[in-house]
Every structure is written in C-alpha cells, then in structure tokens.
Nanobody, 119 residues
C-alpha cells in the first residue's frame, strides 16, 4: 500500500504561482511513475502531468504545458508540481497518483488539494 498526501493548494490571483507537493508513505516511490490529475466540480478527473519512476521523462497536458513542471525526489519520497501563470480555469482539486511501473492504471490516489485562482 502507498499512502499519498497532497499539500500546497490555496487561493492565488491569476498570474500567480503555486507549488503542490505529494508525500508518500508505505512504500518507496522509486518503483512508481507518478502523476498529477485535477478534477473540476461535476466533471471527470483529467490528466495534468506525469513523471517516470527515474525522473527522466515527463509529460504534460496541453492545457498546462509551458506553465507547469513536475519533479520528484525519490530519496524523500515526494513529488511536486510547480504551477506558474495560473489562470482561473486552473481552479480544481489536484490529486497525485502512483502507477506501478509496467502497468496502465494508477493504483493509489491522494485525497487532493484545492487550488483556486481568482481573476
């Protein structure tokens, strides 16, 4: 089992920045690809970014590309999402998730952290 806890959300003005963190316990994250997803009220969760287990590869949704950077520290068992130039449409609950290497689905999810961007 992997327990994931997000932090770093909050209220920020448009154009501002936030750094989300995801702390894991239970197992080392070095065996997992990690992702960030977000969920808008009443909508399905959508992909934001993912980073490979080694940190060598990262991919982003078009909606955040160029504005967000995903990173990880396997020694500290943490993953981060740096978000810059935030827009009101980025307002959502952000979740981190762990995907066992070689599998398609994300096995473990955090409870999420609220990000609210005011115009």
């Amino acid at each position: 089992q992997v327990q994931l806890v997000e932090s770093g959300g909050g209220l920020v003005q448009a154009g501002g920045s936030l750094r989300l963190s995801c702390a894991a316990s239970g197992r080392t994250l070095s065996r997992y690809n990690m992702g960030w997803f977000r969920q808008f009220p009443g909508k399905e969760r959508e992909f934001v970014a993912t980073i490979s287990w080694s940190g060598d590869n990262a991919y982003y949704a078009d909606s955040v590309k160029g504005r967000c950077t995903i990173s990880r520290d396997n020694a500290k068992n943490t993953v981060a999402l740096q978000m810059n130039s935030l827009k009101p449409e980025d307002t959502a609950v952000y979740h981190c998730a762990a995907q066992r290497v070689g599998e398609l689905k994300y096995d473990y999810w955090g409870q999420g952290t609220q990000v609210t961007v005011s115009s």
